[in-house]
């Protein structure tokens, strides 16, 4: 069995509401998803949920403290001078004839960065896939600079293959 959490932003908290009733439901269980898939804001929650694979409530509590205290302020910069300085540099670009390159991006999201730093234990996860708590984690995302897909994956080194073959 897996789970594919995909996209959408703060839809990604829904998503959040239906793993607490799983983990209540189930609160004395070892992680019941042994392959994760996530997109976007799904492969956020897909990494912290994998992270703590061997303490799944404990998954679940992180996500739930993430989403319950969310501001926009940590994924995007949006004080005065940044939005200034990029509208600036997108007019530069536009009337610089192709000169300047625009930015990649309208907003500055070092803040994101710096929450995913801050959230995702990152030794944790490769104790999770090691240890067998988890099978695999695969994400995906979009590049900003030439909207190409790119997936991640990680997964247990045995070769067992799970899925029906299709």
């Known amino acids: ?40 804001a799904g492969a956020v929650a897909a990494t912290v949920l994998a992270a703590e694979a061997a303490r799944w409530p404990a998954g679940v509590d992180a996500l739930e403290e993430v989403w ?6 940590q994924v995007f910069r949006t004080d005065t001078p940044v939005i200034l300085r990029a509208g600036l540099h997108w007019a530069a670009a536009l009337f610089s004839g192709g000169l300047r390159r625009p930015l990649l991006a309208l ?7 710096e929450l995913l730093a801050a959230r995702i234990h990152w030794p944790s ?3 999770s896939l090691r240890g ?13 600079d030439n ?9 247990a080194s045995d070769g067992e293959y799970y899925g029906d073959g299709a």
């Not at 319950?68 to 302020?73: A, S």
């Not at 067998?132 to 900003?144: D, F, M, S």
Request: a positive charge.
């Open 1 to 40: 069995m897996g789970l594919v959490l995909p996209g959408g932003g703060a839809r990604a908290a829904y998503q959040v509401g239906v793993l607490r009733a799983i983990a209540d439901w189930l609160p004395d269980s070892p992680h019941p998803f042994p392959v994760i898939v996530g997109t976007s």
């Open 68 to 73: 319950g205290n969310f501001r926009v302020d």
């Open 107 to 113: 907003l500055d999201n070092t803040p994101l960065r």
């Open 125 to 127: 996860l490769g104790r």
């Open 132 to 144: 067998g708590a988890l099978r695999a984690l695969a994400l995906c995302a979009t590049g900003y």
């Open 147 to 155: 909207g190409t897909s790119v997936a991640f994956l990680d997964g």
